[in-house]
């Protein structure tokens, strides 16, 4: 029987707009909580994920978090190449899958960033994954409509911290049986997966302001 391994599969480095994160603390934090295997989403931008794949080819899942032409936001994970900002959803996922990924649905219930649920039904059976716990996402009840979404669908279910910061890297996790890492293996071990962990305080949407703010003024943010 294959060891367990747990997965953050929903995370964010300095390569998003609105997080500070270096990429190497991310994984040592992850490893740290005994997290083996983390996937890199960064906002629009496959650049340190697949520097961090290449680097650490079992411990990193290179991934882009995609802000589509709906607004609503679509992950692909075992990307090859960046998928534009823009790009409209069914097209996104159509992408994601010819690059031979796996199509995620992030937060489907979010406002805003999930469309409230908005394009959830139409877009949930595209997808192979579906996430059913977002470490950012309140209240739980959004989280269980997610479940209930995958369910609905015999989706598989994914889980992510959706850290912006260090302190929320593997706060949410995925439990699966140990696996090399690429796409079918990944969604075998999926099938047997047990999502687990706990909600982030709201106050760490502060840090992701803050992120903002520092990258949209450097200077002045270092000279105060």
Not at 153 to 160: E, K, N, T
Not at 189 to 213: E, F, N, P, Y
């Amino acid at each position: 029987m294959n060891r367990p391994l747990k997965m953050d599969l929903h995370l964010h480095t300095w390569g998003s707009f609105d997080c500070l994160s270096p990429p190497e603390e991310v994984l040592a934090a992850a490893r740290a909580r005994g997290v083996g295997r983390i996937a890199i989403t960064d906002h629009n931008s496959l650049e340190v994920a697949r520097e961090m794949a290449a680097r650490y080819p079992n411990q990193v899942i290179p991934g882009e978090e995609v802000k589509t032409a709906e607004g609503v936001d679509v992950i692909g994970l075992y990307l090859k190449e960046e998928i534009p900002k823009g790009t409209p959803a069914r097209e996104t996922i159509g992408e994601i899958r010819k690059q031979g990924g796996v199509a995620y649905l992030p937060h489907p219930f979010a406002p805003g960033k999930g469309g409230g649920g908005r394009l959830a039904e139409e877009l949930a059976p595209l997808c192979q994954v579906v996430e059913v716990l977002n470490g950012r996402l309140r209240p739980m009840a959004r989280n269980r409509m997610g479940e209930e979404l995958a369910l609905r669908h015999g989706r598989l279910a994914g889980a992510g911290s959706d850290a912006h910061t260090l302190g929320e890297v593997g706060g949410v996790w995925l439990e699966v049986p140990s696996h090399p890492n690429e796409p079918i293996a990944f969604l075998e071990a999926l099938s047997q997966g047990r999502a687990g962990g706990v909600l982030s305080s709201r106050r760490v949407h502060l840090a992701s302001t803050w992120a903002k703010i520092r990258k949209l003024f450097p200077q002045r943010s270092l000279e105060g």
